[in-house]
């Protein structure tokens, strides 16, 4: 727990190793969640947390749907132009 | 909280107050306009994701001269950006590829976002929304 804190402070000095897999496109879903969470909180004049929550889920696996599509139907077009 | 009739200053500088709170502290706009839940969300929201960017790429992405258009979105989160960028400037802090592509994503949004929540707290304010709904907020 010590040595916990100093090595998390220090990540904020050098970069963190993101390979070029698949899995490097996870990074984007902390992103889209806040996204979600800004916009809904700006639409909504008074904010309920039950109602809150429910909308931010909604939209953050709308977006999320959407970007995965997105990736599928960008892969393919890849796949069709190079085969 | 001041409203319209009783506040001792002029309105449109109660507006450049909002707006110049918003951009100090993300949230700090909704939050002198009454609405304190919003303010927790956007402050949380806003800053998790400007250090989640960071940690990613270290504090060397902030680089008001090398990378002129993300430091412009970047500084939109907060004044305090701007004593990160010295900081990042003083030292030699590594920044490559796709660490660096990510951290810059993910600030120069958390800047952009908050750009939305200064107009949305300005509009808030100039529309009276925070005022009349304020007292409200706090009991549901």
């Known amino acids: ?47 309920f947390w039950k109602q809150f929550v429910l909308e931010v889920l909604v939209l953050f696996l709308t977006l999320s749907g959407f970007m995965i599509l997105a990736g599928m139907v960008l892969n393919l077009l890849v796949w069709l132009i190079t085969s | 909280m001041p409203t319209k009739s009783n506040r001792p200053f002029d309105h449109t500088f109660w507006l450049c107050l909002v707006a110049a709170a918003a951009w100090a502290v993300p949230g700090g706009g909704h939050f002198l306009i009454g609405q304190r839940r919003h303010a927790y969300v956007f402050f949380a929201a806003i800053v998790f994701t400007f250090l989640i960017g960071l940690y990613i790429g270290s504090i060397g992405i902030v ?23 010295q900081i990042a400037q003083k030292g030699d802090y590594p920044v490559y590829g796709r660490p660096q592509d990510y951290g810059q994503i993910y600030t120069a949004l958390a800047g952009l976002m908050n750009l939305l929540c200064i107009l949305n707290a300005v509009y808030r304010a100039y529309s009276g929304i925070g005022e009349t709904i304020g007292q409200e907020e706090e009991h549901g």
């Open chain 1, 1 to 47: 727990m010590a040595e916990g804190f100093p090595m998390l402070l220090a990540g904020f000095f050098a970069p963190v190793e993101i390979g070029t897999t698949p899995l490097s496109l996870l990074w984007m879903f902390p992103l889209l969640l806040s996204i979600a969470v800004v916009y809904k909180a700006t639409r909504l004049r008074v904010l």
């Open chain 2, 63 to 85: 680089d008001p001269v090398g990378a002129k258009p993300w430091y412009l979105a970047q500084i939109l989160t907060s004044p305090v950006i701007g004593w990160i960028g």
